[in-house]
């Protein structure tokens, strides 16, 4: 069994070195694409995402879909926006009893005037029909259906999402990994942001690297400070590491014996 794991913003394939550099979780369709062409029998995805970009959305969804063997998708914390596009894939969709789902309306999230945003909005229109197909397939809803859940940002917990069709059933795991839930709206970096960091490479292709050094002193005293912590956290007996070391410090010291040194067995 393989194991795909969607986290994080669903992006295009030439930002994902960003992301993989500031360590941000992200997903692209290179990355389904390259574990797909190693895969053998029945494919896990698990999902965790609030969505992103449309078109790298459906590039995985068709991957996904046009695989050989078994897809069981698992929606272990949000699908939402393109995540649930891609979760649409599975020929098996499992939600945990603590995730939920999310669809609504392609946004345009670029500018220019009334002609450009007319044509924006076709395009926006007909992507969200595009979306809508994928829904239809799996659930069997009329696209006006679906599209009118879609413009009022319908929002769906794991039961409400077998009840619409969306999922196949919930999740009950057991002696399994626990996915870790996060409580947060985290999307895509901005675009601007994306070029400041493309800007940070050389014309090498080298990537720019933080240095930071510390001086004798702070490092001592970053160690003393994970020492006495380590002291107040250790707990044997019901006391603090410190507390019997203040206590052996305390502790007369025994006389010896006729003198002679004490033997112990």
């Not at 050989?68 to 596009?85: H, P, Y």
């Not at 924006?120 to 029909?129: D, F, G, Y």
């Not at 930071?212 to 702070?218: C, G, H, K, M, R």
Request: aromatic share 6%.
């Amino acid at each position: 069994m393989t194991k795909i794991e969607v986290k994080g913003p669903i992006i295009g394939n030439d930002d994902k070195w960003i992301y993989d550099w500031l360590d941000m979780e992200a997903t692209c369709a290179n990355d389904i694409n390259e574990t797909l062409v190693n895969a053998s029998g029945e494919v896990e995805v698990w999902i965790n995402s609030n969505g992103g970009d449309v078109f790298a959305g459906s590039e995985i969804y068709t991957a996904l879909k046009s695989y050989n063997g078994n897809v069981v998708v698992k929606i272990v914390g949000m699908a939402a926006s393109a995540a649930s596009v891609i979760a649409m894939a599975g020929n098996e969709v499992l939600i945990s009893p603590t995730g939920q789902m999310m669809i609504h309306n392609v946004q345009y999230g670029g500018r220019g005037d009334y002609r450009e945003l007319k044509k924006a909005s076709e395009i926006a229109q007909n992507a969200n029909i595009s979306i809508a197909n994928a829904y239809q397939l799996k659930t069997g809803k009329t696209l006006e259906e679906l599209l009118n859940m879609m413009g009022e940002e319908t929002w769906l917990n794991s039961q409400q999402a077998v009840e619409l069709g969306l999922a196949d059933g919930v999740m009950f795991q057991e002696n399994s990994e626990t996915p870790k839930l996060v409580a947060s709206t985290g999307g895509m970096l901005p675009q601007a942001t994306l070029d400041k960091v493309r800007g940070l490479k050389d014309t090498n292709g080298k990537q720019s690297i933080l240095e930071v050094s510390l001086s004798a002193e702070q490092i001592q005293s970053i160690v003393e400070d994970a020492i006495a912590k380590l002291k107040n956290e250790v707990i044997l007996d019901g006391k603090t590491l410190d507390q019997h070391i203040t206590e052996q410090e305390k502790k007369p010291e025994e006389p010896e014996m006729n003198g002679l040194k004490r033997f112990l067995f």
